[in-house]
């Protein structure tokens, strides 16, 4: 079923009824062939092949349903897609009375088709859906309701929704990066104050207190010495600890007029206010301690 993929309507259609002759077809051939005629735009088609499948007794799958609904959507037809997702009792949303959930794209793919056509109340249905089925948005959706926001003059929810797109796109880069610094930290590439500080800075942004705390750890263990990038982070840990400001630039102009003094000052506030002076990593438990050499674990 190539052909169908390619868009070859005609030959995927001959291909087809020639199965239809010697064999039941399969879901896949089904999902090929609906395909087949959203490419080519005939969508009464695409609709009438879905309907038949049941009396094949072949099931729809969720392929079938996003298929089907993304070419209605896509072409400006969401109220007939709309057909094809049923609202059942306790207002869970199913798909044509079959157990099969809609997933982000088919929501998204919903939400931004009513979107175009400046539908509010059909649009926001589905982000209802959304919720209800536990599925969380995402920065694609959140840019669908600008557009439907921005083409149905609604500012205040056009701003509301912008600062919610910046704030998941920022925590995905966030979670991002850190994945990368956690692949480093076990492949061994973290060696330099430069990735250490990268990787402090984006735990106490985050407000993971006892990673970034682990990662200042580990830089002093590698006889790194801490400079005022570092700190800078550590301050912005301790202040969403708490933490005043006026205290944070008191321990710094404690360690700017004696380094030592300093260092071990800011290793004390982190002890008590960040609680890692007694926790667990990797199975083991670990502390802050000191000798006359300075800090060690």
């Known amino acids: ?5 390619r868009g070859h309507v005609v030959e995927a259609e001959k291909v087809f009824t020639s199965c239809q002759e010697y064999k039941k077809p399969s879901v896949m051939e089904f999902n090929v062939m609906i395909k087949a ?3 080519n735009k005939k969508f009464d088609k695409a609709c009438q092949l879905f309907d038949s499948m049941e009396k094949h007794d072949v099931v729809p799958d ?24 049923r609202k059942n009792a306790g207002s869970r949303i199913e798909m ?3 157990n099969v959930r809609p997933d982000v794209i088919v929501f998204g793919v919903l939400i931004n088709a009513f979107a ?35 083409k149905v003059g609604y500012l205040k ?11 998941i796109e920022r925590l995905g880069r966030l979670d991002k990066a850190i994945r990368i610094a956690q692949k480093m930290r076990k492949l061994g590439l973290m060696t330099d104050l430069l990735s250490y500080n990268h990787v402090l800075s984006l735990y106490a942004s985050d407000g993971r207190f006892k990673e970034a705390v682990r990662t200042f750890k580990e830089m002093m263990e590698s ?19 708490g933490v005043p400001e006026q205290a944070i630039g008191e321990m710094e102009l404690t360690r700017k007029m ?3 003094s300093g260092l071990k000052s800011w290793v004390s506030t982190l002890c008590s206010v960040v609680s890692v002076d007694n926790y667990e990593v990797d199975g083991k438990i670990n502390a802050f301690a000191w000798d006359r050499k300075g800090f060690y674990v």
Do not use: W
């Open 1 to 5: 079923m190539h052909l169908g993929k």
């Open 62 to 85: 969720k392929c079938s349903f996003s298929s089907l609904i993304q070419i209605l959507a896509s072409a400006e037809l969401p109220h007939l897609a709309v057909i094809y997702v």
């Open 37 to 39: 005629y959203g490419i």
């Open 223 to 241: 006889s790194l010495q801490p400079n005022d990038s570092t700190f800078k982070s550590l301050g912005v840990l301790l202040m969403k600890c």
């Open 258 to 260: 004696n380094a030592q």
């Open 157 to 167: 929810e056009t701003e509301e929704t912008f600062k919610k797109l910046q704030s």
């Open 116 to 150: 175009d056509i400046g539908s509010v109340k059909q649009a926001l249905r589905y982000v209802d859906g959304m919720e209800e089925a536990g599925i969380p948005m995402n920065s694609v959706i959140y840019k669908s309701l600008i557009k439907l926001y921005t």
């Open 96 to 98: 044509v009375g079959f």
